[in-house]
């Protein structure tokens, strides 16, 4: 087995239940917008086992395909409590084990063209600074949260989150397009395709001819 590429991190996953995911997204013809969504978080999620030991992985997540890939794979899952992103985050954050020796980070779960080198080395310059986050490519978004523990890490995820984080957070503009190309719309999954979609998003759109 291959060894993890940043052991010394636990990453929290927020991941939405799939009859409520991506609601500005419209898929190609014949697609069902639910199967791209997981699509999206099963491609993130693999590329997060594969840089991070598995019992450090935590989601929060009522979708039940979600846990079941992530107990099957070692991690942890946390019920969603339904009262949206930054609380979801927040309710990880608390139920996460103690691991003296980790530093801590919150990562999105629509990176379908995430790749584990990418994660690795995002989490390496995070680690420089005491809290940090990665934006989104437009800028104004987050893909990434870190923080030297749990208890620095102040989530304000949602429009302007960029901007809120860089109050207490260093900014960090990385050129990591699979990391920082989260999926919300038709131009942003243009985007991710353009780079290289994960296995299961290019599953769910094989048959399907993006505008």
Known sequence: MTP??????????????????????????????????????????????????GEQVLVVTSDERARDMVESAGGLVVEDPSAGLNAAVREGLHRLPTAPACRVGVLLADLPALRPWELARALACCELHERAFVPDAEGTGTVLLTARSAALLH???????????GRDSVRLDLDLPGLRTDVDDDESLRLATDLGLGRA???????????
């Open 4 to 53: 993890p590429l940043a052991p010394g991190w636990q990453l929290v996953l927020p991941v939405k239940a799939r009859a409520r995911a991506k609601s500005r997204l419209l898929p190609p013809a014949g697609i069902v917008r639910a199967e791209l969504a997981h699509a999206f978080a099963r491609d993130t999620l693999a590329a997060v086992f594969a840089t991070i030991p």
């Open 155 to 165: 989530p304000r995820f949602g429009a302007g989150s960029a901007a809120a984080h």
């Open 201 to 211: 998003t290019r599953g769910v759109l094989r048959h399907a001819a993006l505008p």
